[in-house]
């Protein structure tokens, strides 16, 4: 009996449909014609490009999902793809890239992005539950992919995803396979170490779209409580975006409301023309996270960050392969949770260097 080991790759890509009520709901919606909004989160896998023009796999399952269950509908497509971030910065920006549509799907793609020590586990739980819980009770989908090498966070995401009860998609168990049996070239799939080229998002697509049909076809199930207890932590649910937009320091001191990079472009930067004086800013919160340009210019220079008076970190914007990239650092817990006074000044030696504050994050 010959075996259709393509047929085998696409059956392997699905871990589970997970509990299919709020993606039936989805379905059902759009068949009726009701506007229906699909959300893609990611890093710059996801994220639009030009070169692959309309074959990028969100782009792609977009277009299944339009022709087989809303021809005729009104679908809204939202690609909240954003390059070189983790879920960190995707949780920060939740509420300014996804919860505002009100989506009834929203696909999560962070699996090379993120790290595995214990903070990045628990920030990915907390974006889970807090687009669980949000408004619109979206569907959830996880995507799981790989480098070539190997690296993918779908170990701990996966175990996430079980406790909660969500669709997973792997292209890194559907490929693996056929990569070490030399059936395929991962070459076939990227021309890097990590990015799909366009036959590589052909068949990212395929294998979500292989998941419509699998649960198109699947009885309804009945919605279930999300569970109390979380798996890892939910300490960051609440994240919140803080930018030039939303607030007024106390004093910009050296600093000044710039147009910053096109992802956060209401951020604040050095003023060189400006002295050396502190950036200072009162703020309620448990957990304080910065967002901040990195990049290979040597003009680029280091902040020192004090909260109460206390030195908590300098952060660097110079990175010898940073290219204008937003980066995301942990900056301070308190797990009481209080006003604080935030202290932000160059550092020394670097005081007539630039840097980029993009946001801040903090719940």
Known sequence: MTVDYHKEMVKRSLISTGNNHRMKKAIDKARNGENTTIVYLGGSITMR????????YADASFRFFKENFAPDGRLTYINSGMNGTSSLIGLIRLERDVERYHPDIVFIEFSVNDSKDSLSREI???????????ESRPAIVLLFLQSEGGYSCQGHMQVIGEHYKLPMISVCDAIQEEIEAGRMK????????????????????????NYYKVVDKEAEDEEEEIPCKPFYGTAYKDMRLLDSSKFKPLTTGGFISFDT?????????????????????????KHLFIIYKETGSLNEGSIILSVDSDHVGTFSGY??????????????SDEAGQEHLVDIRMAKGDEAKEFSLLALGYC
Do not use: C, Q
């Not at 076939?188 to 779209?209: C, K, M, Q, T, W």
């Open 49 to 56: 490009k030009k070169e692959l023009a309309d074959r990028g």
């Open 124 to 134: 990915f739980e907390s974006m889970v539950v807090r687009l669980l819980e949000s």
């Open 186 to 209: 991962w070459s076939e799939y990227a021309n890097d170490n990590i990015h799909p080229h366009a036959r590589g998002n052909d068949l990212v697509a395929l294998f979500i779209s």
């Open 261 to 285: 990079i096109s992802d956060f472009p209401k951020g604040w930067i050095r003023d060189t023309h400006r002295e050396n004086t502190s950036f200072l800013l009162k703020l309620w919160f």
């Open 319 to 332: 990175r010898t392969f940073g290219w204008n990239n937003p980066t995301a650092k942990h900056v301070f």
